[in-house]
């Protein structure tokens, strides 16, 4: 008798074609996967304690074209909480630096949150510590903890806070202290901040009214 | 007819003081905050992958933790899957001659890059946590060589990626970062790198999220 093998070549050869076909390295890159990847659950607020003697409030880029109500109208909404934050800030002689970007000066701070005369002022682009002494001014006071709060969200924010991370500082970020024109980049903000490695680790998320002096 | 009276104040009476009350209360500075708004949150289109013509005598291949403890398929299989693309940049680029720097984290040296992408011995290699620029010499090995542009591939996509396409844009460096050769373990962290490097202030436009195969030398 002899066997037919025909439909066995046929099937293994779907079963190697299908193998092949599995194979390759990666089907689709993250812009094919966009629309069916989901935020993750929403990061934990913690409550945070801080040491005024080591501890430095940065006030990031609160100047008329990053923080306005036309284009940033979160920003604005966010002055009233940051100037409570200010206040304890100097009500515990701690250290506060303002930051700004091209031709902007200490005087361009706006009113509600204003600088003193005596607070540093620094000038940089997102990162605050690439060409300019902030680290410097921190190190100086003895600062190992620095509270970031400003604008953008995913701009100075991000780059001011994540470096500090990588230079070794604990950095706390308080939720309503932050904005960005959309609430998207809020969110992927916070999520990196509190998921990238190395400086997750050294980043607390929190709101201000859930800050101890 | 006379409006009704209760202990002889008027309904009209009472909204006045109500409407008074009102004003001087502060106006609510922000009614939320991200965390309380997160499950409204609507992502926006993807990013376009745009066609890069890079010239290959002022253009470095960054090569970004392609290392075992970080590429491996327990811990991060997207990144196994990335090693094709990235060995066909890495392949371009030594076909055109063009530098190629590695970058590690830790303790980790050379040694530990996948084989799939493993330097050749002369190319150099930087160690740094996510921004490849703090601490190292990364910056002054790039303009050394008049490099003016970056073409960034690696993982993390939202740790070294971001963090070092971000500061090469800073550093006035034009970045290159085909999507189909970063990873993060989870898609998540790619989106969050793809959409900031495309739409991020003051960095995006000098980025170009492209893909390997869109890459012209």
Not at chain 1, 90 to 106: D, I, N, P, Q
Not at chain 2, 20 to 33: D, G, H, I, T, Y
Not at chain 2, 112 to 137: C, H, M, Q
Not at chain 2, 177 to 200: H, Q, R
Request: glycine share 4%; net charge neutral.
């Amino acid at each position: 008798m002899k066997l037919d093998l025909s439909p066995l070549i046929a099937a293994i050869g779907m079963i190697a074609a299908a193998i092949v076909i599995a194979a390759p390295a990666r089907a689709a890159d993250i812009v094919d996967e966009w629309a069916s990847v989901k935020a993750p659950p929403a990061p934990e607020l913690k409550a945070v304690t801080v040491d005024p003697k080591t501890t430095a409030l940065l006030m990031l880029d609160f100047v008329p074209k990053a923080c306005n109500a036309e284009h940033n109208p979160r920003c604005i909404a966010s002055l009233t909480p940051v100037k409570k934050l200010l206040d304890e800030a100097r009500g515990h002689a701690m250290l506060v630096v303002y930051s700004g970007y091209g031709k902007f000066t200490k005087n361009d701070v706006l009113s509600p949150v204003a600088a003193n005369e005596s607070e540093p002022f620094v000038l940089g682009i997102l990162n605050k510590y690439l060409h300019s002494d902030l680290e410097k001014i921190l190190k100086d006071k003895g600062i190992q903890n620095v509270i970031t709060v400003g604008t953008a969200a995913n701009g100075a924010v991000l780059g001011t806070a994540s470096t500090a991370a990588e230079l070794g500082f604990n950095v706390i970020v308080p939720v309503d202290g932050i904005s960005a024109p959309d609430l998207y980049a809020e969110q992927y903000t916070v999520w990196d901040l509190t998921h990238a490695p190395v400086i997750a680790s050294r980043v607390t998320l929190t709101k201000i009214d859930m800050m101890k002096f | 007819m006379a409006p009704e009276r209760v202990f002889g104040i008027t309904a009209a009476m009472l909204l006045a003081a109500l409407a008074s009350f009102l004003a001087v209360l502060p106006e609510p500075a922000r009614a939320q905050n991200i965390i309380d708004e997160w499950a409204s949150v609507k992502a926006p289109p993807a990013p376009e992958p745009k066609a890069v013509t890079v010239d290959a005598k002022t253009t470095a291949l960054l090569m970004l933790d392609f290392i075992n403890p970080s590429c491996n398929e327990q811990r991060n299989p997207r990144c196994v899957a990335t090693l094709p693309a990235a060995k066909k940049l890495l392949d371009a680029a030594r076909a055109n001659s063009m530098l190629v720097v590695y970058t590690a984290w830790g303790k980790n040296t050379a040694k530990d890059t996948r084989p799939e992408v493993a330097p050749n011995g002369s190319e150099p290699f930087v160690v740094s946590f996510l921004n490849k620029y703090i601490g190292t010499d990364l910056e002054k090995i790039l303009k050394d060589k008049g490099i003016q542009t970056v073409i960034i591939a690696g993982t993390f996509a939202h740790g070294a990626v971001l963090m070092t396409a971000s500061d090469s844009a800073l550093r006035g460096f034009k970045v290159v970062v085909p999507v189909d050769a970063m990873s993060s373990p989870t898609p998540y962290g790619e989106k969050v790198a793809a959409w900031e490097l495309a739409n991020g202030p003051i960095i995006a436009p000098n980025i170009a999220l492209t893909t390997s195969d869109m890459i012209k030398y």
